[in-house]
């Protein structure tokens, strides 16, 4: 272990770290999925706010995965986007926080049917927003149309921008969205 995580640089959790369970509130839930959790951030503030919830989280990154599980205390597993070990429907919330940012835009649908497969009730995402289905923003990170992406699925997206004391870093700041989906 390097000793080098945001839980001995930060004395507390990011803004960006809290949106997601910011857009928990008033929602019933018990179970939560994470991918792409990296440290397991995001899990902790909603952990903070929700501790009788079931909360996984799963990032490619092997090392960090172990190394965070062992500081966190979290459920924290080495999986793949593309192929959650998980049954459908099994979570109640299916979140994802700058991960789509990461992927070519090719791989951007693939990767949103795997995160409506598994979850049961809603899906979450802090993600970057664009006129087009997929492309890029300036900068080269990845966005998405994700009204119409979910809409060519039959589900509603609910879109609101991220506010400036929740991510003030660009691209965030011009292209930066939280997207609720509820599948009731």
Known sequence: ???????????????????????LKGKEF?????????????????????????????????????????VTGLD?????????QFEDNSFDVVFAEALFVMLPPHQIESGLDELIRVSKKYIVLVELGIKELTGYVSGGRTGANWVELFKKRGLNAEVRKLTLEEWDAEPWRTYGYIITICKD
């Open 30 to 70: 018990n179970t939560v999925l994470e991918v792409g959790a990296q440290w397991g951030e995001n899990l902790m503030a909603i952990k903070e706010k929700f501790s009788d919830k079931v909360l996984i989280g799963v990032d490619v990154d092997k090392t960090v995965t172990i190394e965070a599980k062992e």
């Open 1 to 23: 272990m390097n000793g080098e995580h945001p839980y001995n640089q930060f004395p507390t959790l990011r803004s960006s770290k809290t949106i997601v369970a910011e857009a």
């Open 76 to 84: 924290l597993r080495v999986g793949n986007l593309f192929d959650l």
